[in-house]
């Protein structure tokens, strides 16, 4: 089966840096693209940046220029590395990735998620 866990959530302050990852495990033959979502209480799960197989990235518009995300192929990771944290940004993350796999084609997945939360 396959997962995926996400990792480097917690409290940050106003102004500081977190880089979230999230790993891709099981009977994986291809990933395609990688994404973070987040949603925060009340409000409907939004795109945060996504990355295509190729290394093309995508942002909200509300992130650009202070997250950046990156893919290990090798290690079927994903990073979302978030400078400058405001606390809008609070938030739970997902990981989402659509894989194919040793069980079945192409499948859309998410991870756990993870809480991320910028206060002073």
């Known amino acids: 089966q396959v997962q995926l866990v996400e990792s480097g959530g917690g409290l940050v302050q106003p102004g500081g840096s977190l880089r979230l990852s999230c790993a891709a495990s099981?009977?994986?033959?291809?990933?395609?693209?990688m994404g973070w979502y987040r949603q925060a209480p009340g409000k409907q799960r939004e795109l945060v940046a996504r990355?295509?197989?190729?290394?093309?990235?995508n942002y909200a518009d509300s992130v650009k220029g202070r997250f950046t995300i990156s893919r290990d192929n090798v290690k079927n990771t994903v990073f979302l590395q978030m400078n400058s944290l405001k606390p809008e940004d609070t938030a739970v993350y997902y990981c989402?990735?659509?894989?194919?796999?040793?069980?079945?084609?192409?499948?859309?997945?998410w991870g756990q998620g993870t809480q991320v939360t910028v206060s002073s």
């Open positions: 099981g009977s994986i033959f291809r990933i395609n693209a």
């Open positions: 990355i295509a197989s190729d290394g093309i990235t």
């Open positions: 989402n990735s659509v894989i194919r796999s040793r069980d079945s084609w192409f499948r859309n997945y």
